[in-house]
């Protein structure tokens, strides 16, 4: 049996029932899927969270982070973001760590919008806290909302069977 836990921001807080199952099924019938995700969380809210999370025991833990600590109105330092997503890999220690990196966001849809070149500097680091990712900015061309941020249903279509992919490997 495999329990997999979503954790971190609105990336992972929109699987849906019907998309936990989906990667469920692409997963195989021994994998379990937990959502602990949440809209508008930062790294500040997940380093909050994890040591009680941690306590489960995972085999995989999915993180999102950095969308929003890299946004104008938040703007979560970068050293306060490394440290934080350092925390939350060493509550999870033992488990597998896979990051779900942020997208390539449309700088031009949303107010007040995000920079890419500034998101770039947070997904290298929640790259480097992971022992294996999910590469969204290179799997995915477009696939957006019209916020410019989140994801469309085709793109989650698009990238659970590579999650899973990444999560089995």
């Known amino acids: 049996m495999t329990d997999v836990m979503l954790f971190g921001d609105s990336m992972l807080a929109r699987f849906t029932k019907e998309r936990i199952q989906h990667l469920e099924r692409e997963l195989g019938d021994a ?7 949440a809209g508008g969380w930062d790294s500040s809210d997940g380093v909050r969270r994890a040591p009680l999370l941690a306590r489960v025991g995972w085999d995989v833990i999915v993180l999102s982070f950095g969308a929003n600590d890299c946004a104008p109105w938040k703007r979560v330092p970068i050293d306060r973001f490394a440290e934080n997503v350092a925390a939350i ?17 449309d700088e031009h849809a949303g107010r007040p919008s995000r920079s890419n070149r500034v998101l770039d500097e947070y997904r290298e680091v929640l790259r480097a806290s992971a022992d294996a990712c999910l590469d969204t ?6 696939g957006l909302e019209a916020d410019g ?17 990444v999560i089995r490997a």
């Open 31 to 37: 994998a379990t899927v937990h959502n602990c995700a």
């Open 89 to 105: 890999a060493k509550a999870f220690d033992g488990a597998r760590r896979v990051a779900f990196l942020p997208p390539v966001i």
């Open 137 to 142: 900015p290179r799997l995915l061309t477009g």
């Open 149 to 165: 941020l989140h994801l469309t249903a085709d793109s989650y279509t698009t990238l659970i069977p590579a999650l899973a992919e």
